[in-house]
């Protein structure tokens, strides 16, 4: 004969809703506090950046270089939208600059530091932003935009084989990405 089970306490009709509700304002203020107003990061890429570059680069003109886009520059976002933004250009640098081709044209200790630097920030935005893709619809999609803009940089590396020369217009153009960060973080903290 099995033994009585004791009845087990139900919660109320409301306590899930609740549950999701008290997550998802955690997780909301958990992310505001990502950038704070003394939080060095954009600057100190910046600065990492600068000091990958070689000290013999000299300026070179390339056909077609790619440009950060103004539709990036002068776009409204609310917080949460400009912290898909943020993470999305993260992660394209990340991805951009840790490519193996880097190595033989930038410093390799500034280059580590800065793609650390990356990797901590995406680390620490991936939680906030679980479903950030329906965060951004209509025909000015601005995840879309910094896709396009990324891929537009590996084409043009790609079509100039991976020159120091190219990864030298890249440096540059990661340094607009960076800055655009910079007023992405403010925007978070509104």
Known sequence: MP????????????????????????????????????????ADALRLLHDMAPSHAQPCHLQQ???????????????????????????????????????????????????????????????CLRNSTTLFKGPRNTLLTINKYFRDIHLFLHAHNHSACAWDHVRVEARASLQHLHNLTRTMRR
């Open 3 to 42: 033994a009585p089970t004791a009845p087990r306490p139900r919660l109320p009709h409301a306590a899930p809703p609740l549950l999701l509700l008290l997550t998802a304002l955690a997780t909301a203020l958990a992310c505001q506090h990502l950038w704070t107003p003394d939080d060095t990061f954009p």
């Open 65 to 127: 270089p790619p440009f950060f886009p103004d539709a990036l520059r002068h776009n409204n976002l609310h917080p949460q939208q400009a912290a898909a933004a943020a993470l999305r250009i993260l992660q394209h640098l990340f991805h951009t600059l840790s490519d193996n081709s880097t190595r033989h044209h930038w410093h390799t200790q500034p280059r580590n530091d800065l793609l650390n630097q990356l990797q901590h920030h995406i680390h620490h935005l991936e939680p």
